[in-house]
């Protein structure tokens, strides 16, 4: 029944990217901030559908697999369903095709809720709440499971500063973006109510990992 | 002959601290900020004079012993060395003591300079200069050794800019300060002109190393 949070964020502490275009939404800076996740054995399966066994089983694919384990729903912002990026279409269906890899229900905050959809085994559900009756909805969903803030990092840190988060795990790139969204603004002391551990990868990638 | 710069910095990239009093001109941050770096055997020896053998020997140590290899000369801002805290003390002779932990000629960038001031084995010069002049001085200064820029992040991020550091380490403290100066602002893809490496301390320091 913990609550989670996996984010991907730059050395500079960038979770978001800002080169995005409509031909290609994500943006380079995104592929070069997930380049380590993203070669991973669990991601290519669990992602890609790629069952031939191919990608990295070291340090980032631990924490990759950690990611999918237990969870029994997802809560999401509207930015990480693309709502800003088309609030118009009444199609939208996010970003992740027809075989999304949440296999849980997935609850996306927005101030302007639509109808329910469902995508192979995910339901996203729209809500207009706070932290606090998102999680309360998220977790009489969850069937026992874990809940997941799934981003992006505004979502993160709301979540954050409510106190309602068990785990917190970054996977910092070592690389300089200089601009985007800051996960830790406004988040001074955090550690202090968690024990923090760090591990490097063979990819460079550098996990922390905040636990209480 | 390189250009170093080893830098303490938090997770959320702020390499200044904001609680200083005249009191306690470090802060309470500072300390916690540094505390792993101040429990190495080589800042035990190098900085305290400790001969004891007292200090931790793991890779927080590796990298502190780095620190004082090779340096012939060092270039820090105005505010490391006080300055900016005592500007109206001409009898100011910085925060280390009678035996400062440098033994190589010390330049203090400062728009208004003031007479040399030699402490133990160290002199400290004052001169108002850019990064590439300042480099100069230093380098004719450093017999053959590498130079450091000792801090603080504007100025060290004025070099790195400049495109003037060779080698630039960060020890980062997984805390969240949430105030203060950070290190990489405006450094947007710094890592395209160096190699990057990064290691976890016994202590759960993070190591980064931009080599070139």
Chains 1, 2 share one sequence.
Do not use: C
């Amino acid at each position: 029944m913990a609550v989670r949070i996996d984010l991907n964020i730059s050395l500079d502490g960038f979770a978001t990217t800002t080169d995005s275009t409509p031909e290609n939404p994500f943006g380079l800076d995104w592929g070069r901030l997930v380049e380590a996740y993203t070669a991973t054995r669990t991601f290519r399966e669990r992602v890609l559908h790629d069952t031939s066994g191919a990608g990295t089983t070291g340090v980032d694919d631990k924490y990759g697999a950690a990611y999918f384990e237990g969870i029994g729903a997802e809560i999401m912002g509207a930015g990480m369903f693309g709502l800003h990026n088309f609030p118009d279409d009444p199609e939208w269906r996010g970003w992740w095709g027809d075989e999304p890899p949440f296999h849980v229900p997935v609850f996306v905050l927005t101030h302007k809720p639509r109808p329910a959809i469902t995508v192979a085994d995910t339901t996203f559900t729209f809500i207009d709440a706070g932290p606090e009756a998102a999680l309360e909805r998220a977790h009489q969903a969850a069937g026992g499971g874990d809940v997941r803030i799934g981003g992006g990092p505004t979502t993160a840190g709301a979540f954050l500063k409510a106190g309602l988060v068990d785990r917190l795990h970054v996977a910092i790139t070592p690389i300089l973006l200089g601009r985007g969204i800051r996960l830790w603004d406004e988040l001074r002391g955090l550690e202090n109510d968690y024990t923090v551990t760090s591990e490097t990868a063979e990819s460079g990638i550098i996990h922390v990992a905040f636990s209480r």
